[in-house]
């Protein structure tokens, strides 16, 4: 299966993201907005990468969702093609309505909204599954309550929900995926770090994988363990994780 | 607002035989500011080394690059560029910190560098901010705008620092340090080539417009505050979102025009004096000439003044010089069809705004009447001022007594503002997109990163330069600011390869304080010969003085670049494992000027410590070997608090939760000579490295026989506390004292 990471005028995370994906063995590349959407043609996955896209006007994500090639990530995501969307790209995702998905098509249901804090939040996170493995196609191979380490860099991060029917939808299919460990550092409802849609092939996760997806990456103590160890601090590890799974979902 | 003086306008009309027209007049205007020309500090700054094993591209251009090294048969080289937004920023604090930072970019943009990395040193006005509502308001907003913008246009902060003072109350000091990846064999130049001539300059970027008029003038005036509302019109507005798509096509402009075997394009930033400054520098610096017309430069708005087209400085923009045909069609393609700036930011493009001239004259029109038309050189050569050097002033006085309890005394040093955890703030800024970041801002005394995808080849960048210092001795500043640099540097595990200054200093009309930025030259000066670094770039930012005439702390801001052989030795300052040997590198003293113990305990007083650079190589050396042998867990410089602060904070860790304890000696054991609390909390530098207890005794011996001051003083514990001769702290205590001083600003 190919997979096509969207690059949006304003995403900043596509290198890194597209590396990731790679070095978890997907067939991946970079599609460009201005390649439109013709150009996903024979793709059949897609990740969002974060960013800015279109400068977040509006709301983070608002405008990137009505972007016509998002259309085809739309299309796809609704017979079923795994989509992935990371912080930026979660917005936007959320901003489709796709995720949760409990709504009617295009209408946002969910939003992320600024973090308590009121600004900007850059630190280390880790995010545990919430939920049965088999509740997601991205989660299937992960061992229940299993943890994957991430950065959370995001100025909209609070997830929130249209009203309190959305939010009982939310609980009662268990589309919370993922939850922060320690709580959300931003407010978000039921510690949210990540949601995904009632058929399970779409996954919004607010904390990047991709900035502690290699060893080098990982807290000072990890990193410690293997100190010295030029091949290990190179290799995979931990975020990378969940690119695992996304290309297992392909293979 | 012309800036230009009555002599300077006469000196005009000489050198160019006839009386300028108005837009040579601006044009002289920005040309001639202290802010372009160094007209005080050139002869200066002359005396700075320059040169050394590791410049692949020294002073002169947009920004330096220092050799990183090879990975798989390829050059890499590391562009460093270190600039100053001072006067924007005290003005329009988020527009001012913004735009510095979209500036910095295009220098290592226009380098032909992938932009990896930011570094943002901050002072800002007295630390106890209430009733002095706009030097809060600066503190905060300055951080916002270099979060709005480097975090948007996605490149990490790995480093800055901040220090407090009330000579930055009516004067912030905003300096950004930018850092690109560029291939030895692919470094774009800020000149057209020898074979240049007929050569098309394409301007790309924003629409101009009336933002930023006047902007390199206004830098180099004194802040008034009756005149702070018209200067706001001199500053420019930033639009990352612009930048973030500017930037990428650009990546692949480079990439399209070496495809088309065009390997010396002409490349530069428009910063001060507008499309003229920069056209006129580009071509200068080529021995050519250029012709330009005014009615081709894309606007924001109709009828723009001619001066205003010519020399406003309206952000977000560059000016390419590349052959016409096929790679001035690719330009055009690439940023007008594919990226699509016209849609991206209203008037935004790449057009083609004028030639290459070989006669080196410089030939301007606008609706085809000639505003400009006089040799290059003129315009770009700047002049000169011999300044009077005054005696710079030497506040030392004798050390003080200090008189205290260490129990009291720990607590209170960690929460004072210049040694308190940065991490409130530090969290606006994203520290690891790109996916590069090994040692984020914060987590060790230099950020470091892998630029390279798959090589373990490393970066490390401090950034430094302490305030308290430069008001007592401006060379002996100069000098503390390279070796504290140095030291942060070789703390992560990095070797210094080079050097960056911003130098941030009062009016240089008045001879003392001319005297101050040429002490701290020396300063620097010294400190680099003596260790052998070059400076391959740097700034100087003059008339830090508020309008009742009181000028800035003399702030020489030094960056150090340093190379990591392998990533898998760094490391950041917090303890790793209990059980092991806490080894000092580096002799106490007795000088206690310009310390945080001296502002707590006795309020003013001191003498600043000389550095044995002797000691000093040795140190570093020693560090390096224990890196490379892994012997050394970890390594934190003695700077901002003394040694039992720097202890403490490897105990409590960046995020205040390491939980690593720790046991020192009394010093009597190890610093009989020096009284107890100067060797606690004085701030000669130095290390305390953590090493692994089997090998201290050998750590010892091999740095004491570079010649280096080096002692066991301790051993790291189990428990949560900190054992400091007879006294003992919680660590929680400790971290709480360290961690909140700034929530209450940045929270």
């Not at chain 1, 690059?7 to 460009?32: I, Y």
């Not at chain 1, 589309?175 to 550092?185: D, E, K, M, Q």
């Not at chain 2, 390279?482 to 240089?508: H, K, M, Q, Y």
């Not at chain 2, 005794?697 to 001051?709: K, M």
């Amino acid at each position: 299966m190919k997979t096509a990471v969207i690059v949006f005028p304003g995403s900043n995370s596509e290198e890194e993201t597209l590396r990731a994906a790679q070095a978890a063995g997907a067939d991946a590349r970079l599609v460009w907005w201005f390649e439109g959407r013709a150009a996903l043609k024979g793709f059949e996955a897609f990740i969002l990468p974060g960013g800015f896209a279109h400068e977040d006007r509006i709301r983070a994500g608002a405008v990137a969702a009505r972007d016509p090639i998002v259309s085809a990530v739309i299309d796809a995501a609704q017979h079923g093609a795994p989509v992935l969307g990371i912080c930026n790209g979660a917005q936007i995702l959320v901003e489709t309505g796709l995720v949760p998905g409990t709504g009617e098509a295009g209408r946002p249901q969910a939003a992320l909204a600024p973090n308590i804090q009121g600004h900007y939040l850059d630190h280390f996170a880790e995010i545990e599954l919430a939920v049965s493995p088999e509740r997601c196609i991205f989660t299937r191979h992960l061992a229940a309550g299993a943890r994957i380490p991430a950065w959370a860099s995001h100025g909209e991060g609070r997830f929130r929900f249209r009203d309190e029917r959305t939010r009982e939808r939310v609980r009662e299919e268990r589309l919370v995926v993922f939850t922060y460990v320690g709580g959300a550092p931003n407010g978000a409802e039921f510690d949210c770090a990540a949601l995904t849609n009632p058929t399970g092939n779409v996954l919004a996760v607010m904390p990047h994988p991709e900035r502690a997806g290699w060893r080098y990456q990982q807290p000072e103590r990890v990193r410690f363990e293997a100190r010295g160890d030029r091949a290990a601090y190179l290799a995979p590890y931990g975020g990378s994780h969940l690119f695992s799974l996304f290309a297992q979902v392909l293979a | 607002m012309l800036a230009l003086s009555t002599s300077e306008l006469d000196r005009i009309s000489a050198l160019i035989g006839r009386e300028p027209t108005l837009v040579e007049l601006y044009a002289f205007d920005a040309g001639w500011s202290e802010h372009c020309s160094y007209k005080s500090s050139r002869a200066h700054l002359r005396r700075l080394p320059t040169e050394g094993a590791a410049v692949l591209l020294g002073v002169g251009e947009d920004a330096g690059v220092l050799d990183l090294g090879e990975v798989d048969g390829v050059r890499y080289g590391v562009v460093v560029a270190h600039e100053s937004h001072n006067h924007p920023s005290q003005v329009v604090p988020y527009e001012g910190a913004a735009t510095g930072i979209g500036g910095i970019v295009r220098d290592v943009l226009c380098m032909g560098g992938t932009l990896i990395g930011l570094l943002d040193p901050l002072r800002f006005g007295r630390g106890d901010l209430e009733g002095y509502p706009h030097q809060r308001y600066v503190a905060q907003s300055v951080v916002d705008g270099i979060s709005g913008y480097g975090n948007a246009i996605g490149v990490p902060n790995l480093g800055g620092d901040l220090y407090w003072d009330e000579s930055f109350d009516d004067n912030c000091l905003v300096n950004v340090v930018a850092l690109g990846l560029v291939r030895a064999d692919e470094i774009v130049h800020s000149r057209v080539p020898a074979h240049a001539d007929g050569w098309n300059l394409v301007l790309v970027g924003k629409a101009t417009d009336a933002s930023g008029f006047g902007g390199a003038a206004f830098s180099s005036l004194t802040l008034d505050e009756e005149q702070a509302e018209a200067n706001k019109g001199a500053v420019q507005v930033p639009d990352p979102f612009l930048k973030s798509v500017l930037m990428r096509a650009t990546y692949r402009v480079l990439r399209e025009l070496r495809a088309l075997g065009v390997r010396d394009p002409g490349f530069k930033d428009l910063g001060a004096g507008g499309v003229l400054g920069c056209s006129a520098e580009l071509v200068a610096a080529g021995d050519m000439g250029a012709e330009i017309d005014l009615d081709a430069v894309h606007v924001s708005v109709e009828e723009l003044p001619a001066e205003v087209i010519a020399t406003g400085e309206t952000q977000e923009r560059m000016l390419w010089a590349v052959p016409a045909g096929a790679a001035t069609q690719a330009l055009l393609r690439v940023y007008n069809e594919q990226f699509g700036l016209p849609h991206v930011s209203r008037g935004a493009r790449a057009a083609v705004i004028g030639r290459v001239r070989a006669d080196k004259r410089y030939v301007m029109r606008r609706h085809g009447t000639v505003v400009v038309d006089v040799p290059v050189d003129v315009l770009t050569s700047g002049i000169r001022y011999e300044r009077e050097v005054g005696v710079a002033p030497n506040h030392e006085s004798a050390d003080p007594v200090l008189r205290g309890e260490v129990a009291a005394l720990l607590p209170r040093v960690l929460a004072h503002r210049d040694v308190c955890s940065r991490e409130p703030l530090i969290t606006h800024y994203d520290r690891v997109v790109r996916g590069t970041t090994v040692i984020p801002a914060g987590h060790g005394d230099a950020g470091v990163i892998a630029p390279i995808p798959g090589s373990a080849l490393g970066v490390a960048v401090s950034v430094d330069g302490n305030p308290r210092y430069g008001k007592l001795n401006a060379r002996v500043a100069g000098e503390l600011a390279v070796c504290e640099s140095v030291r942060n540097v070789a703390a992560v595990g990095g070797e210094a390869i080079g050097l960056t200054d911003c130098l941030n200093f009062g009016d240089p009309t008045k001879p003392a304080q001319m005297g101050e930025l040429v002490e701290a030259i020396e300063g620097i000066g010294e400190a680099a010969r003596a260790l052998s670094l070059p400076y391959v770039s740097g700034n100087v930012s003059l008339y830090n003085e508020s309008a009742s005439g009181s000028s800035v702390a003399p702030s020489p801001i030094i960056a150090c670049v340093g190379r990591v052989t392998d990533i898998s030795h760094s490391a950041g300052f917090a303890f790793k494992r209990p059980d092991s040997a806490i080894v000092l590198l580096g002799a106490r003293g007795g000088a206690l000027g310009g310390s945080v113990i001296v502002e707590i305990c006795a309020g003013q007083g001191g003498t600043l410590p000389r550095v044995n650079f002797d000691a000093l190589r040795g140190e570093l050396s020693a560090l390096r070997a224990g890196f490379d042998d892994l012997t050394v867990r970890g390594a934190h410089d003695v700077s901002d608090g003394g040694l039992l602060a720097c202890v403490a904070e490897m105990c409590i860790g960046p995020g205040g939760r390491n939980g690593i304890g720790a046991r020192l000696d009394a010093p009597s054991g190890w610093a009989p000579e020096v009284p107890e609390l100067a060797a606690w909390f004085g701030e000669t530098g130095g290390f305390v490295v953590e090493v692994a207890a089997e090998s201290a005794a050998a750590f010892v011996e091999r740095a004491r026989a570079t010649g280096a001051y080096a002692a066991c003083i301790g051993r790291t514990l189990p428990e949560p506390s900190l054992v400091a001769g007879a006294t003992t702290f919680a660590l929680a205590d400790l971290a709480s004292a360290w961690l909140t001083p700034l929530e209450a600003l940045y929270a």
